[in-house]
């Protein structure tokens, strides 16, 4: 298998208990896993997309995370996916959105 060369995360609010909960879930973080599915197919970007437990940032759900760049961003939305997928295509951060980023980055 071939790494990607981006990983995206999306927090949907998991609990170790099994159900999904919190601000990302209740916020449709679900539909956004394949709006941005779909924005990474149709722009050709090499990337996976995975859904994750409660990342402890809910007071800015929906949360994506980009690695290995170590971008951070909330408040997600279609039209935020797309101003940070079109920052991503240009080699930079969507600094909006940020909420934490690698020092490195």
């Not at 949907?12 to 896993?33: D, H, I, P, Y």
């Not at 939305?77 to 940070?84: I, S, W």
Request: proline share 4%.
């Amino acid at each position: 298998m071939k790494k990607p060369e981006y990983h995206i995360f999306v927090c949907n609010s998991f609990r170790l208990t099994g159900g999904a909960q919190g601000v990302c879930n209740k916020k449709e973080a679900v539909s956004l896993l394949q709006y941005i599915e779909q924005e990474i197919l149709d722009r050709g970007i090499d990337a996976m997309i995975s859904s994750t437990g409660c990342l402890k940032a809910c007071e800015k759900g929906p949360i994506m995370m980009i690695y290995p760049v170590n971008y951070w961003y909330g408040e997600i939305t279609e039209e935020v996916v797309d101003q940070v997928l079109d920052a991503l295509q240009e080699g930079r951060a969507a600094e909006k959105y940020l909420i934490a980023e690698s020092p490195q980055a």
